[in-house]
T-cell receptor
């Protein structure tokens, strides 16, 4: 089954404690991206990756890092989380950023206290 | 600044009725426009994708239209079902080398029996 898998689904952490949210896809997609979704706001792109070792900033990259060492995995790293990074995070993948269907993960709800 | 405005913000209809959701955008130049359905707490699911040269695209009971001249799109839902209750999100992607999409805030649809 074609899917994008994020882990964990829920995470509560303390300010400053480094964390990683994993994202894996089984569709051999080249394009992957991370988004955050906050109440009253639309989804906003954090980072995206066109292929292995090719990543670029989205709309709201501050406080986040990513890596793309393998085609299937695109982890999101918060080196020093702060309360304003409390949000619902989604990973997505597609064949390309152009007119191809994008598949989203099930989401990771992060709370930073 | 690129913007995507959706209306109405929320909508309540009776099961079996039709409805139309609106999306106005300022993104230019424009590559593609997508409509997603997002159930509460889940990742968005793709409904339709249209390039600037297409003016209509259907997916079952969902029909999207696009007027690239006026920068407007609509999503028409026919014979609504209880399972259509969700948030519907319009997303516009630019062309010209930028791969950062702009998301609307969504229309929350509730279908009552």
């Amino acid at each position: 089954e074609a899917q994008v898998t994020q882990n964990p689904r829920y995470l509560i952490t303390v300010t400053g404690k480094k964390l990683t949210v994993t994202c894996s896809q089984n569709m051999n997609h080249e394009y992957m991206s991370w988004y955050r979704q906050d109440p009253g706001l639309g989804l906003r792109q954090i980072y995206y990756s066109m292929n292995v070792e090719v990543t670029d900033k989205g709309d709201v990259p501050e406080g986040y890092k990513v890596s793309r060492k393998e085609k299937r995995n695109f982890p999101l790293i918060l080196e020093s989380p702060s309360p304003n990074q409390t949000s619902l995070y989604f990973c997505a993948s597609s064949l390309s950023p152009e007119v191809t269907e994008a598949f989203f993960g099930q989401g990771t709800r992060l709370t930073v206290v | 600044k690129n913007q995507v405005e959706q209306s109405p913000q929320s909508l309540i209809i009776l099961e079996g009725k039709n409805c139309t959701l609106q999306c106005n955008y300022t993104v230019s130049p424009f590559s593609n426009l997508r409509w997603y359905k997002q159930d509460t707490g889940r990742g968005p699911v793709s409904l339709t994708i249209m390039t600037f040269s297409e003016n209509t695209k259907s997916n079952g009971r969902y029909t999207a239209t696009l007027d690239a001249d006026t920068k407007q799109s609509s999503l028409h839902i026919t014979a609504s079902q209880l399972s259509d209750s969700a948030s519907y999100i319009c997303v516009v992607s630019p062309s010209g080398g930028s791969y950062i999409p702009t998301f609307g805030r969504g229309t929350s649809l509730i279908v009552h029996p």
